[in-house]
């Protein structure tokens, strides 16, 4: 796609992030969609595409017409789209592509937010959730809930394949704690040392607390529209090379070989639908919920070989001025963890030449990855200046 | 590690058709579906054959023996005050020998490795017994 008919990114919004005690979720996205709507020079009137998901840490039904019927909107097209972290982020933006290109919409608005920091039901302890997830049959009557343990699994299979250890993990939470402190946004406000992430308490082997991403309250927001109306709004204009995904499986009770899972392919489809390769990436928003989903999507998209993504990250590409600067808005681990709502937000502020303090030079385009579950569902996103 | 008695896990909420898995495991068989039309086995159970869909499957005993593909050590509970008693404990990821992959818990050792072989034991959890795994040679 290209020339007026394009469809691009135009809005961006984000609310604060953290613990926001008496908002609930529906409130969130309302404010982080007015922002993207407002960035994007438009009025919440000529929103007519809502796609949304509803909060993980509550039940719902319906979300997007309830978002649609807090914010007073009466879209022609209306979605709530739910693959898993980012990777529903980038679906709706497909999906908003679609709708505008048949003309079910012009204005098509995305958004995910919750409060799962402060929103939880009262007396659950740990990460448990009241959503259900599809597996517990197969996984609670063997000690498993939730998703770190599915993902020490993995860390461990990856650490037992390469013969790569605590220093490879350390060095994606100290690279993606560093951007954090260049975000006024962010949870996390101290630096992280090597020493500091090997200091954190175990929590499953080989999974330490900074292994683990952020629970967080907080909504992240992009409005899509054709690329001539952007222009004449004097909106940003990110365009959206490709989108691809795959999908392999579920729950932790079926999970592949790391060489099975699905990013891969997604990747490898995604660069090749752009014409483009690693090389041509200039900057990275990975879908960090562990340290080892980042390792793991860095192999599996071309950008280290088996079991030197570790060595990638110490070598100072991944961190800002270096080749390719991974998650400069501090990702889940260090910023919050949106469902990767963030991710997208980030790539499309540091491709407008937005991000301030912590710009990458020039940053023309991103790779974009995003895992559901237990990397059940793979998706990569190519955005470029457009 | 915990001795058997003490062991604890929220119970399965079987559907018609997987309830036959649980009732095999509560009788000391471990037992999957295989397909009478192209001899797939699989886990977890479905109704339908994940490789052609078809519906006429046979609970098929295992001999249990498997090998560790990945594993835990689980230190922080994920379900409430019920799962603090049981820490440390481990969870396994054990490819069969009949092929299918089985994600469960450890029993009867601390310690396990990729690659090591394990078998299955029924252990008494609640008043029923669930397929966890054992190192071969231990009890
Ligand atoms: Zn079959």
């Given at each position: 796609?290209?020339?007026?008919?394009?469809?691009?990114?135009?809005?961006?919004?984000?609310?604060?992030?953290?613990?926001?005690?008496?908002?609930?979720?529906?409130?969130?996205?309302?404010?982080?969609?007015?922002?993207?709507?407002?960035?994007?020079?438009?009025?919440?009137?000529d929103?007519?595409?809502?796609?949304n998901?509803?909060?993980?840490?509550?039940?719902?039904?319906?979300?997007?017409?309830?978002?649609a019927?807090?914010?007073?909107?009466?879209?022609?097209?209306?979605?709530?789209?739910?693959?898993?972290?980012?990777?529903?982020?980038?679906?709706?933006?497909?999906?908003?592509?679609?709708?505008?290109?048949?003309?079910?919409?012009?204005?098509?608005?995305?958004?995910?937010?919750e409060?799962?920091?402060?929103?939880?039901?009262?007396?659950?302890?740990?990460?448990?959730?009241?959503?259900?997830?599809?597996?517990?049959?197969?996984?609670?009557?063997?000690?498993?809930?939730?998703?770190?343990?599915?993902?020490?699994?993995?860390?461990?299979?990856?650490?037992?394949?390469?013969?790569?250890?605590?220093?490879?993990?350390?060095?994606?939470?100290?690279?993606?704690?560093?951007?954090?402190?260049?975000?006024?946004?962010?949870?996390?406000?101290?630096?992280?040392?090597?020493?500091?992430?090997?200091?954190?308490?175990?929590?499953?082997?080989?999974?330490?607390?900074?292994?683990?991403?952020?629970?967080?309250?907080?909504?992240?927001a992009?409005?899509?529209?054709?690329?001539?109306?952007?222009?004449?709004?004097?909106?940003?204009?990110?365009?959206?090379?490709?989108?691809?995904?795959?999908?392999?499986?579920?729950?932790?009770?079926?999970?592949?070989?790391?060489?099975?899972?699905?990013?891969?392919?997604?990747?490898?489809?995604a660069?090749e639908?752009?014409?483009?390769?690693?090389?041509?990436?200039?900057?990275?928003?990975l879908?960090?919920?562990?340290?080892?989903?980042?390792?793991i999507?860095?192999?599996?998209?071309?950008?280290?070989?088996?079991?030197?993504?570790?060595?990638?990250?110490?070598?100072?590409?991944?961190?800002?001025?270096?080749?390719?600067?991974?998650?400069?808005?501090?990702?889940?681990?260090?910023?919050?963890?949106?469902?990767?709502?963030?991710?997208?937000?980030?790539?499309?502020?540091?491709?407008?030449?937005?991000?301030?303090?912590?710009?990458?030079?020039?940053?023309?385009?991103?790779?974009?990855?995003?895992?559901?579950?237990?990397?059940?569902?793979?998706?990569?996103?190519?955005?470029?200046?457009? | 590690?915990?001795?058997?008695?003490?062991?604890?896990?929220?119970?399965?909420?079987?559907?018609?058709?997987?309830?036959?898995?649980?009732?095999?495991?509560?009788?000391?068989?471990?037992?999957?579906?295989?397909?009478?039309?192209?001899?797939?086995?699989?886990?977890?159970?479905?109704?339908?054959?994940?490789?052609?869909?078809?519906?006429?499957?046979?609970?098929?005993?295992?001999s249990?023996?498997?090998?560790?593909?990945?594993?835990?050590?689980?230190?922080?509970?994920?379900?409430?005050?019920?799962?603090?008693?049981?820490?440390?404990?481990?969870?396994?990821?054990?490819?069969?020998?009949?092929?299918?992959?089985?994600?469960?818990?450890?029993?009867?050792?601390?310690?396990?490795?990729?690659?090591?072989?394990?078998?299955?034991?029924?252990?008494?959890?609640?008043?029923?017994?669930l397929?966890?795994?054992?190192?071969?040679?231990?009890?």
């Amino acid at each position: 796609m290209s020339g007026r008919d394009a469809i691009v990114l135009a809005g961006i919004g984000e609310t604060r992030v953290g613990k926001l005690p008496g908002l609930s979720s529906v409130e969130l996205q309302a404010e982080a969609v007015i922002r993207a709507v407002k960035d994007a020079g438009l009025a919440l009137h000529d929103v007519d595409g809502l796609l949304n998901l509803g909060p993980y840490v509550q039940p719902s039904s319906m979300f997007a017409t309830t978002l649609a019927e807090y914010l007073g909107v009466k879209p022609t097209y209306c979605a709530t789209i739910d693959v898993g972290g980012t990777v529903t982020g980038m679906t709706m933006i497909q999906n908003a592509i679609w709708a505008i290109e048949s003309g079910q919409c012009e204005v098509a608005v995305c958004t995910f937010g919750e409060n799962a920091l402060t929103g939880r039901a009262v007396g659950v302890q740990g990460l448990k959730m009241d959503n259900l997830l599809g597996g517990e049959e197969w996984e609670e009557p063997f000690g498993v809930q939730g998703m770190v343990i599915p993902y020490a699994l993995l860390a461990q299979a990856w650490r037992d394949e390469h013969g790569t250890g605590d220093a490879d993990f350390g060095a994606v939470a100290t690279v993606t704690r560093a951007h954090a402190l260049l975000n006024d946004n962010a949870q996390m406000t101290k630096t992280m040392t090597q020493e500091d992430y090997l200091a954190s308490r175990m929590i499953a082997t080989p999974l330490r607390l900074f292994d683990c991403s952020l629970v967080s309250d907080g909504a992240g927001a992009v409005v899509l529209m054709r690329a001539d109306r952007a222009r004449k709004l004097g909106a940003r204009q990110v365009a959206v090379r490709a989108v691809a995904q795959k999908t392999t499986h579920n729950s932790a009770a079926a999970l592949p070989d790391i060489a099975d899972l699905g990013m891969a392919e997604a990747g490898a489809r995604a660069f090749e639908a752009a014409g483009m390769g690693p090389e041509d990436m200039d900057m990275l928003a990975l879908h960090d919920a562990f340290t080892i989903s980042v390792l793991i999507t860095l192999e599996a998209l071309g950008f280290a070989r088996p079991g030197e993504a570790g060595a990638l990250a110490r070598s100072g590409d991944l961190s800002l001025g270096g080749r390719w600067p991974l998650n400069t808005h501090g990702g889940l681990l260090s910023q919050a963890h949106i469902g990767g709502m963030l991710h997208i937000v980030e790539a499309v502020r540091q491709l407008s030449g937005d991000a301030g303090k912590r710009q990458v030079e020039g940053a023309r385009r991103a790779l974009v990855s995003g895992n559901g579950g237990v990397f059940s569902v793979c998706g990569a996103m190519i955005l470029e200046a457009a | 590690m915990n001795d058997q008695a003490d062991l604890w896990a929220p119970m399965p909420h079987p559907t018609g058709f997987s309830a036959t898995f649980w009732d095999h495991a509560d009788k000391g068989e471990l037992a999957l579906p295989k397909c009478e039309a192209c001899d797939a086995l699989h886990y977890p159970p479905r109704r339908f054959c994940p490789e052609c869909g078809g519906d006429a499957l046979t609970w098929t005993a295992m001999s249990g023996r498997a090998t560790v593909v990945s594993h835990s050590t689980v230190l922080t509970s994920f379900h409430g005050q019920d799962w603090v008693g049981q820490l440390p404990y481990v969870v396994v990821l054990v490819d069969l020998d009949e092929g299918p992959r089985m994600l469960s818990r450890l029993v009867g050792s601390d310690t396990i490795a990729r690659g090591d072989r394990v078998h299955v034991t029924f252990a008494e959890v609640q008043g029923r017994r669930l397929p966890y795994f054992t190192p071969e040679g231990a009890a």
